[in-house]
């Protein structure tokens, strides 16, 4: 298999470079032209990827045929209640624990290749480690292919559990524990 998923730190050169690629299409996207260099950099500031570390989320990155080509982050958000859930001396989350999907991105060369679904797959593991029971996340209408994606593997779209600027689409997915 070409592809190989790992946890890695956000802020290595890879994770950097894959996180700056996927600002760079889905500001392109949204503005219908290629985003700046400073538009780019103006929205990876203060753009939270410090939570992407254990214990309060999780980052992968995708390889496939051994170069850095998709990234997945994970932010643990507390209970479906919007309460801080309970975390153990380890520093585990506790049980019912609501976790966000963010930042997924595949590289338009190798999208179609199984890519995404085992980014997914890597996630909802990690997610299980960090004590996670529900993944939610959002996305754009103009973002149809990580739509169909989500709906692919599991994910259902649900009402709006926030009003955040340029979400249009909201999922979630209940995870069955690791057997």
């Known amino acids: 298999m070409p592809w190989t998923v790992t946890p890695e730190r956000f802020d290595s050169p890879d994770g950097a470079l894959l996180r700056r ?3 760079d299409e889905v500001a392109s996207r949204y503005w219908g032209r290629p985003a700046t260099a400073q538009e780019i950099d103006e929205g990876l500031t203060d753009d939270g990827a410090a939570l992407l570390t254990p214990p309060t989320g999780e980052f992968v990155v995708g390889r496939f045929d051994g170069r850095a080509a998709a990234c997945a982050g994970l932010i643990v958000k507390g209970t479906a209640d919007g309460a801080a859930g309970a975390a153990g001396a380890d520093g585990a989350a506790g049980p019912g624990e609501v976790a966000e999907l963010t930042r997924v991105f595949v590289r338009p060369e190798v ?3 199984g890519g995404g679904g085992l980014l997914l797959a890597a996630i909802e593991d990690r997610a299980r480690a960090l004590g996670v029971r529900l ?3 959002d996305t754009r209408n103009d973002l149809v292919e990580a739509r169909g ?3 692919k593997h599991g994910y259902r779209e649900v009402p709006a559990f926030h009003r955040r600027m340029y979400a249009e689409h909201w999922f979630a997915k ?6």
């Open 149 to 151: 994606l989500y709906a």
């Open 135 to 137: 993944i939610r996340l």
């Open 174 to 179: 209940e995870l069955r524990a690791a057997v």
């Open 21 to 23: 690629d996927y600002y």
């Open 111 to 113: 999208r179609g290749t």
